[in-house]
């Protein structure tokens, strides 16, 4: 007897899980679930050198690896600008999601690749087009120049 009782209570718990979860998914707003759309991406030097620029194979030339155009952004976590800039830099990651990708880069914690592209104030933004050179700007920007740049510079949108 005491078998069929666990083997009854097991059972029904199963399907209280199981249809828990289904109802959960299809009940909470009675859309499909969505992706959630990615924010900004911290860089290290590793990172960088694989999936934006190798600049230590290539010293000469600018050879961007990515498969989307960028925005890098070098930061500090002290700065007051880039704090300013970090909320919109976030919004327009999801904003843009798919279309390009929004890297940041703590000038602190990567001195090296910092000094490689001779940054000397912070905030410094590169945008960077596929196929072409970046373009550097330096401060801080409201969103509505950032937009302006993404769809001109990076998206070629007039």
Known sequence: MKKLTGAILLLTIVAFT????????TEENKQPIQEKKMGTIHLTKAEFLSKVANYAANPTEWKYLGDKPCIIDFYASWCGPCKTIAPILEELAKEYDGQIYIYKINTEEEQELAGAFGIRSIPTILFVPMGENPQMAQGAMPKDAFKKAIDEVLLKKK
């Open 18 to 25: 199981a249809c828990a979860s289904k109802t959960k998914e």
